[in-house]
């Protein structure tokens, strides 16, 4: 019975290390913040954009 148990611990165990290939990136959206940037400076009104968490977009990853 403890074999049974070990064994499917291992195959857990290494069925949790695998991973995924990566089919995407992350990247910050550069558009995004110029244009909310530009539209903080042309405002009437006193805007101060402080980034905590800025936009990002999808992209494919370079092939090395």
């Not at 400076?41 to 936009?55: A, F, K, M, Q």
């Amino acid at each position: 019975m403890k074999i049974y148990a070990l064994v499917i611990l291992l195959v857990f165990g290494l069925a949790a290390c695998s991973h995924q290939p990566v089919s995407h990136r992350y990247v910050i959206d550069t558009a995004k913040v110029q244009k909310v940037e530009r539209s903080a400076r042309l405002s009437s009104h006193t805007v101060d954009i402080i980034w905590v968490n800025p936009p990002t977009k999808r992209t494919q990853p370079s092939k090395n």
